[in-house]
């Protein structure tokens, strides 16, 4: 919004500008389809604006959250816009949370509104009845929100132009404490994520991206969907991961670019319709989430598609470093070489001495994209920082030629089908049920999933508990990626000489456990 209300101009680096700047340039170039939905740049544009014009007028502006619980779709990313255009942070939610989970998060995110796709009504019902304060909800598109914004409870707040460090995303994720926080991205942080990713994915108006990761992750925003809005592409949503779908899906809408998890293009490649994707118009897929094992690469490359290698993590908006689909061969399970504007090192992770040539230790990053912090919870992100750097918690080994690949996790988190999980806040939701004393929960290898979780349960004294009812306790309390496949109950759990969970043999038993079902 380049000033139509009066309020001074926006900051250079605001992301409300792309769309504006793009519908002036190509307004009638299909922007996003929505399941055979389409619609152009300055439709687009036209209702991101009113919208924002209508949340200024109800009161809504910079400092500001508005919370969503959608799937991906045009009247979504239409939303993401109009707050984009009028200073308010955008907070997309998880509908895979249960229940319980999704309440806690709303509640910490404490947003002045909330807007529901009508397909989760029921759950944002149950979830807006367990929140202390609820917000107030309305419905996505055009017969809701865009068509009566409810007035801002109490003041409005005082309007003013959007400001490159307001907030833009916020984004929440399973850290290694038993809580998801939310990682709050600015606009700049944002702008120089893409631009950043700009120089590897070199996307054009001409490029049609397939967007495939729901938009509670940061990656369904920052690593291909806005960049291909911020240079004039048609983006097409795909509201659920089902293989033969998206596999017809880059045929039929000659798909050029496309971005998701190791598990994905595990379960593509097993498809018999994979062979159709070879020779077609896809010529770049990058891969992140999770290291990719080098024969699921090794398959994609033999299809004439390889595939570029990323890591990242929320914090930083997500992108630190790309390891292009040239190298993967010369470069098998690597991770790349930093993005531009991304400063990496490798630190000790017990001094936090700065080791140079080839070296292996924690990666710490810096730059322009990193986060402003965690959403009201200053310890947490004072915990992450040291000085102007990013601690990643994650282990990586550099080479003689500048090629960093992951070698362990100082986080105690593992990740399933590109999700992270925390087995603190597994443990907490097992532990809810009465007849648990105690639970640890560590993840083992998968080959579909990367790794799944198994769960180790101490019953309270004298209790009648088996595994099936400790799963279907799991699955009520939790999303179902953080629900583990085994539980195995056992008398104490294991112990360091200083009462530290012992999480190692832990893991060493749930291996062999894993492995001794496939023989």
């Not at 916020?170 to 939310?182: D, F, L, N, Q, R």
């Not at 369904?220 to 779908?245: I, K």
């Not at 443990?427 to 004393?437: G, I, M, T």
């Amino acid at each position: 919004m380049n000033d139509p209300t009066g309020l001074g101009a926006d900051g250079p680096h605001t992301l409300g500008r792309w769309l504006t700047d793009r519908a002036a340039s190509a307004p009638d170039h299909i922007a996003i389809d929505d399941r055979g939905v389409r619609i152009g740049y300055a439709d687009l544009e036209d209702r991101a604006r009113e919208l924002a014009l209508s949340l200024r007028r109800a009161g809504y502006g910079p400092g500001d959250r508005i919370a969503t619980i959608s799937g991906n779709s045009i009247d979504h990313v239409v939303v993401f816009f109009a707050c984009a255009k009028a200073g308010v942070a955008f907070v997309p939610l998880s509908w895979r949370l249960s229940s319980r989970e999704l309440s806690e998060v709303l509640t910490q995110s404490s947003p002045a509104l909330v807007l529901v796709e009508d397909e989760y009504i029921g759950v944002a019902t149950e979830v807006l009845r367990r929140v202390a304060t609820p917000p107030t909800m309305a419905l996505l598109g055009t017969t809701g929100i865009e068509a009566g914004v409810p007035p801002r409870p109490g003041a409005p707040t005082p309007a003013r132009g959007v400001r490159d460090d307001d907030p833009l995303l916020v984004i929440y994720t399973s850290g290694s404490e038993s809580a998801p926080k939310g990682v709050v991205l600015t606009h700049a942080n944002c702008f120089w994520n893409n631009l950043a990713l700009a120089g590897a994915a070199q996307l054009t108006g001409d490029d049609v991206v397939l967007s495939m990761l729901p938009q509670f992750h940061v990656a369904a925003w920052n690593c291909q969907p806005l960049l291909a809005w911020w240079v004039g592409a048609t983006v097409v949503l795909e509201r659920s991961f089902q293989p033969q779908r998206i596999l017809q899906l880059l045929v039929d809408r000659r798909v050029t670019a496309m971005m998701g998890v190791p598990t994905q293009y595990r379960l593509l490649a097993d498809d018999p319709a994979f062979a159709d994707v070879a020779g077609g118009m896809l010529r770049q897929a990058l891969v992140g989430g999770a290291t990719t094992p080098p024969e699921l690469a090794a398959r994609w490359a033999a299809a004439g598609i390889p595939l570029t290698q990323g890591y990242g993590l929320t914090e930083a908006a997500p992108n630190v470093l790309c390891l292009p689909a040239s190298e993967s061969t010369r470069h098998p399970g690597a991770v790349g070489r930093p993005y531009p504007h991304v400063d990496v090192c490798i630190a000790d992770p017990d001094t936090g001495l700065v080791l140079d040539g080839v070296a292996t230790g924690e990666l710490w990053v810096r730059g322009p994209s990193v986060f402003a912090g965690y959403l009201h919870d200053a310890a947490a992100s004072a915990r992450v920082r040291q000085g102007e750097w990013l601690r990643t918690g994650d282990i990586v080994h550099r080479d003689g030629e500048g090629v960093y690949r992951i070698v362990d996790r100082l986080k105690d988190i593992f990740i399933s089908g590109g999700e992270n999980v925390a087995p603190a806040e597994v443990e907490r939701a097992l532990e809810l049920h009465p007849a648990v004393a105690q639970a640890a929960v560590v993840g083992v290898p998968d080959d579909v999933w990367g790794e799944r979780g198994v769960a180790f349960v101490v019953r309270v004294e004298g209790a009648l508990l088996g595994e099936d009812e400790v799963l279907a306790h799991a699955r009520a309390e939790l999303a179902g990626f953080k629900v583990p496949v085994r539980v195995v109950f056992v008398d104490e759990l294991p112990r360091s000489t200083i009462e530290k969970l012992a999480r190692s043999r832990l893991r060493e038993r749930a291996a062999r456990l894993v492995e001794g079902n496939r023989a």
